[in-house]
């Protein structure tokens, strides 16, 4: 066995451990009363979100190892796969992404996310121009689907806001500092889970988020 073959044994095998961790975890799953043990319900179901983005980042490895050519390749599929987009209308950037996690308790890998939405970035500015927002506000809307608990709704403090700023800020903001950008949270029902993210300049959100409130009667007011 040579040392490409190696490593790519030592990783599949990091894989299937993973995996086997997460099943233990689904069964705990269908089995645990959401009603009687909701917090349990939680820690559980998180950890199984986030074994299985390190499992997806596992697995890229093994992409980018196997085809030289393929992490390009790859992060394309993988932002339609997790239906990352990107829209320009009347000088508002719309961002679309899946769901936001909680802030880890422990440090994991958060390539799941963003390596595909820095990628989308990137493939979109090859089509299009978008502009250097220079005092901009930025709206994170948090979608939730309705035909699920409310009580899955969690407080923005406890959401990874910043990774995806990070990600967002290299291109198209002058600066995401508080003297540039301000940032601003809603929440509202919809047909799935998913975050979209909003950047427009300070003169067009009072129009914008009144338009909003006018149209969305599930929109949280504004803090």
């Known amino acids: ?12 095998q990091g894989v299937e451990d993973e995996l086997a961790k997460l099943g233990n975890i689904v069964f705990a799953l269908k089995t645990t009363d959401i009603t009687k043990y909701h917090a ?8 199984a979100a986030l074994r299985a983005e390190r499992m997806t980042c596992l697995l890229r490895n093994l992409v980018y190892i196997s085809e030289s050519s393929g992490k390009a390749d790859y992060m394309r599929q993988a932002a339609n796969a997790q239906d990352i987009r990107l829209e320009m209308k009347q000088g508002i950037l719309s961002i679309f992404l899946p769901g936001l996690l909680p802030k880890r308790k422990v440090h994991t890998n958060t390539a799941f996310l963003h390596e595909p939405l ?14 250097l927002f220079q005092e901009c506000v930025i709206c994170f809307s948090q979608v939730y689907d309705e035909n699920l608990s409310l009580r899955r709704i969690r407080d923005y403090d406890n959401l990874e806001f910043k990774q995806i700023l990070d990600t967002i800020s290299t291109y198209v903001l002058r600066d995401d500092t508080a003297l540039f950008c301000d940032s601003y949270h809603t929440t509202e029902m919809g047909t799935h889970d998913r975050t979209i993210v909003y950047i427009m300049e300070k003169s067009m959100f009072s129009d ?9 009667e599930t929109i949280s007011e504004i803090l």
């Open 208 to 216: 914008w988020v009144k338009n909003r409130q006018n149209h969305i």
């Open 1 to 12: 066995m040579n040392k490409n073959e190696k490593t790519i044994f030592q990783r599949l």
């Open 118 to 131: 820095n990628f989308a970035l990137q493939e979109y500015l090859k089509e299009h121009t978008l502009p």
């Open 40 to 47: 349990n319900y939680a820690d559980l179901s998180t950890d």
